[in-house]
């Protein structure tokens, strides 16, 4: 099993730019999220979804999209950057209980 | 409001030395509560969670946690620390909203842990 992978690992985006993360997980998992994690600030809850087809927006969502058309994946929008969206991002995901992450993706956004 | 505080920046430890991070918590009902680690430059990787039962929870790499809940707390342990344990802990808790039915965590802003030689 690979669990949970992300794409692409590095990005570098000018303001105004778009772009879309890739979260994929092969455990079968219902649940999925991202967050994203700057310094002193811990992890924040960007968007979620708890089954194929479901998405809701969590603690910071301005700014993003997401779609979740296959169980297996999740992804994350961005569809016109700005500095303050340079972080690193993260995906997770669970069958209800502790969730499970991804490798990160290192965005700036210059 | 629900959250959860993890009231050190950082744990300086001597190895060898029993080291604690601690980790309080606030939400409605039973918690359900985490710890994960997460090195430099990769993700988080779970340790520990306390659901039910036996208030010792003994996780991965020889950690262990504490669920007090008259303390509403659930401190990170290890009897003897390695420099290897040398990373970033968070401390998380259920989102009890809607039941928890939407499996959220709620973060702490996360303890360094340096373990000296």
């Known amino acids: 099993n690979a669990g949970v992978t992300q794409t692409p690992k590095f990005r570098v985006l000018k303001t105004g730019q778009s772009m879309t993360l890739l979260c994929a997980q092969d455990m079968n998992h219902e649940y999925m999220y991202w967050y994203r994690q700057d310094p002193g600030m811990g992890l924040r809850l960007i968007h979620y979804?708890?089954?194929?087809?479901?998405?809701a927006k969590g603690e910071v969502p301005d700014g993003y999209n997401v779609s979740r058309l296959k169980k297996q994946n999740f992804l994350l929008g961005l569809e016109s950057a700005a500095p303050s969206q340079t972080s690193v991002y993260f995906c997770a995901s669970s069958t209800g209980g502790e969730q499970y992450f991804g490798p990160g993706t290192r965005l700036t956004v210059t | 409001a629900q959250s959860v505080a993890q009231p050190e920046d950082q744990v300086n430890v001597a190895e060898g030395n029993p080291l604690t991070v601690k980790c309080t918590y606030s939400?409605?009902?039973?918690?359900?509560l985490f710890w994960y680690v997460q090195y430099p430059n990769r993700g988080l990787q779970f340790l520990l969670k306390?659901?039910?039962?036996?208030?010792l929870v003994k996780g991965s790499y020889g950690f262990e946690a504490e669920f007090n809940k008259s303390q509403t707390s659930f401190h990170l342990k290890k009897p003897s620390a390695l420099v290897s344990d040398s990373a970033l802990y968070f401390c998380a808790v259920r989102d009890m909203n809607y039941g928890g039915a939407t499996n959220k965590l709620i973060f702490g802003t996360g303890t360094l842990l340096a373990v000296q030689p």
């Open positions: 939400v409605s009902g039973n918690p359900y």
């Open positions: 306390y659901i039910t039962g036996d208030n």
């Open positions: 979804s708890v089954g194929e087809g479901t998405t």
